[in-house]
């Protein structure tokens, strides 16, 4: 079986995020924090920076399954934000590490089985 690369489209490809904060000043709320961030990460989501994570979807077909999967997961608590934007989009985001800027991240290379 060979396997070739394919590129991906900027347009069709997207980029969920899970935005979160949840309460921490409880053992409850610390366990449901820690529950919920290691569903995203199971999920295949990406830590950003504390409590932004993004995961990327080939399709928008396959990102409203991962926004359901991230439903069927939210804490009892806390506010939860999801937003999907296209690879093309989340390309154009900066990111500095103090006045240096560093390469946004790159979607995961797509495999073609044949």
């Known amino acids: 079986m060979a396997y070739s690369r394919v590129p991906l489209s900027e347009y069709k490809g997207m980029w969920l995020f899970a935005m979160f904060d949840l309460p921490v000043d409880t053992p409850k709320g610390r366990k449901e924090y820690a529950r ?52 093309r989009q989340f390309g154009k985001m900066e990111v500095f590490f103090g006045k240096k800027r560093k390469p946004t991240e790159t979607p995961p290379p797509q495999l073609m089985l044949f």
Do not use: W
Request: net charge neutral; proline share 6%.
């Open 36 to 87: 919920f961030r290691k569903a995203l990460l199971a999920e295949g989501f990406t830590m950003l920076q504390f409590s932004v994570y993004a995961r990327y979807c080939p399709s928008e077909e396959a990102s409203k399954i991962y926004r359901n999967h991230v439903r069927e997961v939210l804490p009892p608590e806390g506010e939860v934000r999801l937003l999907s934007v296209t690879d």
